[in-house]
């Protein structure tokens, strides 16, 4: 790494998923020379999907230009798949940006913007299908790397396209010594992380409850596609 720091800028939003941004930034924050900007429309608070509340540390018109671009994901994406100034935003930062990343349904944030053209990349399970729209490849992988993007499944997959992206900064070693400090080792009690291996009552019910932001989801996807076509 440059002496000058590294610069990450990760999007917040209303009723985003934390973690899908609080497990990436304590990574990425532990890179050597890192810097990580908090980035929204203003500076006020931003309350997330469960309450937790975090503090934006750039506007879209004050961050600096970035080296790495990530998107959290979350209910909250949903509006943002039609919101002209967050993806005029996005284009602009990724434009000089060495680095792409989409944690869960942030990469369909990134499609709407128009930077998944052409390019391999992954999502929540119950999204998958919607990337193809943005003329990606939907990839049924926790972690999707097609050249400078980083993708990958729900959640708790930040974590690991985050260790992706370290080793791909700093190497193996770095991101190994990262992963080690944060003592990232899982033994998941129960067998139900994914619609494959979830009993099926389990799946039936989390299909239920996600019904309506879902048949939303899908709405304004084909809508920003639609959009993006039209040019």
Same mark, same amino acid.
């Given at each position: 790494?440059?002496? &000058?720091?590294?610069?990450?800028?990760?999007?917040?939003?209303?009723?985003?998923?934390?973690?899908?941004?609080?497990?990436?930034?304590?990574?990425?924050?532990?890179?050597?020379?890192?810097?990580?900007?908090?980035?929204?429309?203003?500076?006020?608070?931003?309350?997330?999907?469960?309450?937790?509340?975090?503090?934006?540390?750039?506007?879209?018109?004050?961050?600096?230009?970035?080296?790495?671009?990530?998107?959290?994901g979350g209910p909250g994406i949903n509006?943002?798949?039609? @919101?002209?100034?967050?993806?005029?935003?996005?284009?602009?930062?990724?434009?000089?940006?060495?680095?792409?990343?989409?944690?869960?349904?942030?990469?369909?944030?990134?499609?709407?913007?128009?930077?998944?053209?052409?390019?391999?990349?992954?999502?929540?399970?119950?999204? &998958?299908?919607?990337?193809?729209?943005?003329?990606?490849?939907?990839?049924?992988?926790?972690?999707?790397? @097609?050249?400078?993007?980083?993708?990958?499944?729900?959640?708790?997959?930040?974590?690991?396209?985050?260790?992706?992206?370290?080793?791909?900064?700093?190497?193996?070693?770095?991101?190994?010594?990262?992963?080690?400090?944060?003592?990232? @080792?899982?033994?998941?009690?129960?067998?139900a992380g994914s619609p494959e291996t979830?009993?099926?009552?389990?799946?039936?019910?989390?299909?239920?409850?996600?019904?309506?932001?879902?048949?939303?989801?899908?709405?304004?996807?084909?809508?920003?596609?639609?959009?993006?076509?039209?040019?």
């Amino acid at each position: 790494m440059s002496d &000058r720091p590294f610069r990450s800028g990760m999007l917040l939003f209303p009723n985003m998923t934390q973690l899908d941004l609080t497990g990436p930034y304590e990574i990425l924050s532990a890179l050597p020379g890192s810097e990580v900007a908090l980035i929204w429309k203003t500076l006020d608070p931003v309350r997330s999907e469960r309450g937790l509340t975090l503090l934006p540390s750039a506007t879209f018109a004050t961050c600096l230009p970035l080296d790495l671009l990530l998107v959290p994901g979350g209910p909250g994406i949903n509006p943002l798949l039609e @919101d002209r100034e967050t993806l005029d935003f996005l284009r602009r930062a990724a434009a000089t940006a060495r680095y792409l990343v989409g944690i869960c349904t942030g990469s369909l944030v990134l499609g709407a913007a128009g930077l998944l053209q052409g390019k391999r990349a992954g999502t929540h399970w119950m999204s &998958r299908g919607m990337l193809a729209a943005f003329g990606a490849t939907p990839v049924a992988e926790r972690v999707v790397v @097609d050249g400078n993007l980083f993708t990958g499944g729900g959640v708790t997959a930040g974590i690991d396209v985050a260790l992706r992206v370290a080793a791909a900064v700093a190497g193996q070693a770095a991101a190994e010594a990262i992963q080690l400090a944060v003592e990232y @080792d899982p033994a998941p009690p129960f067998a139900a992380g994914s619609p494959e291996t979830a009993p099926p009552a389990v799946l039936e019910a989390v299909l239920a409850r996600a019904a309506p932001r879902q048949q939303d989801r899908a709405q304004r996807a084909a809508r920003a596609a639609a959009a993006l076509a039209a040019g």
